[in-house]
């Protein structure tokens, strides 16, 4: 007796399309979407994260090779001619 029927789903539905329109509400599906992606991305932090190159990735490669960073763009540089 309390519950919501079908009949009354779907007339709550075509009010809803009739009021806001269909390209809206697939923006707003898609925004919705795109949260939820988001969210469950930020919850499983127990994966470990990719490895990225930071900013002073060659600084590094050339302080193991024992190489000042001058020598190392005059190297570079050689490697480009």
């Known amino acids: ?4 029927s079908i009949w009354q789903l779907l007339i709550i539905g075509l009010i809803v399309v009739l009021l806001f329109g269909t390209k809206k509400l697939r923006g707003i599906g ?3 979407g795109a949260a939820v992606k ?3 991305k930020a919850m499983s932090d127990d994966e ?4 990225s190159r930071d ?3 060659e600084q590094k490669k ?5 190489q000042t ?5 005059q190297q570079k540089d050689k490697d480009q001619a």
């Open 30 to 32: 898609g925004d919705l």
């Open 48 to 51: 470990p994260a990719a490895p």
């Open 62 to 66: 050339i302080a193991e090779q024992g």
């Open 38 to 40: 988001g969210f469950k």
């Open 55 to 57: 900013a002073d990735f």
């Open 1 to 4: 007796m309390g519950g919501i």
């Open 69 to 73: 960073p001058q020598d190392a763009q």
